[in-house]
C-alpha cells in the first residue's frame, strides 16, 4: 500500500467515551473529533460496542502514528473536555468504556473502522485489488462464501462512499457480499444515508 501506515510498530492507541449510543453517532464524533484535535495522516479511528453493567453504548478509539508527540497533544486537548478518556494507565472522566475500547484496539481483537490510511480513497466503484493495495485494509471475504475462497482482484467493489473493516485476530478485514453484475458490496450499508456526508 502507498499509505504511510506500518502495522508492526507501536501505535499509541486512545479511547473516547462521548456517550454516544449508536454506531452513526460514533461515525460523527470520530469526524468531529478528527478535526477538532487535528488528528495526524495515518490514525486509524474505531468505533467500539460497550456492553457493561455501567454503560450500553458505543465509545472511539484512535490509533496514532508511532511516536509520544501526537498522543501527548491529544491528550492534553481532551482533558480539557468533559469526555471520559484513557491512555495507557492514564484516566480522564468517566473513563470506563474509553478504556475498553483502548484495549481492544490495542489488542486489535475488535473495532469497526472509520478513519484508516487509503480510506480517503475508498469512493464510487475500486477493485478488490485496490481496497488492498491502496489501504490499510489487510484482507477481504465474502459473506457465504466457501471458506478461505478469495474474490478474484479484479472484481468491482461498490463502496457506496461507506466502508467499515472491522479487527479480527490483529487484521483488519472488510466483509463483502454479492452485488448485481457480479460485482460485490461492503456488509455494512449506509443507513439511512451515507455517514458524515456534510463532513468534508
Known sequence: MTTPYDPSGVH????VDAGTTTLREADHLIRD???TLTLPPGTVACTHLIRTDARRGTAV??????????????????????MGAALDNRRHGPAEAAALAAAEHT????GRAVLFPGS???TGTVTVADLL?????????????????????????????HVRPEWREGHLV?????AAGNTLAPF?????????ADHP
Not at 489488542?107 to 475488535?110: I, L, N, T, V
Not at 479484479?154 to 457506496?160: E, G, W, Y
Not at 472488510?174 to 454479492?178: F, K, N, R
Not at 455494512?188 to 458524515?196: D, K, L
Open 188 to 196: 455494512e450499508v449506509p443507513n439511512p444515508t451515507p455517514c458524515c
Open 107 to 110: 489488542a486489535r481483537r475488535s
Open 33 to 35: 473529533l478528527a478535526t
Open 61 to 82: 478509539s484512535f490509533a496514532l502514528p508511532e511516536g509520544d508527540e501526537p498522543a501527548e497533544e491529544i491528550w492534553r486537548r481532551l482533558t480539557a473536555t468533559e
Open 120 to 122: 480517503d480513497q475508498l
Open 174 to 178: 472488510l466483509a463483502l457480499v454479492p
Open 133 to 161: 493495495q491502496l489501504t490499510a485494509i489487510d484482507g477481504v471475504f465474502v459473506v457465504g462464501a466457501t471458506w478461505g475462497e478469495a474474490p478474484d482482484p479484479v472484481t468491482p467493489v461498490h463502496t457506496q462512499d
Open 12 to 15: 499509541p492507541v486512545i479511547g
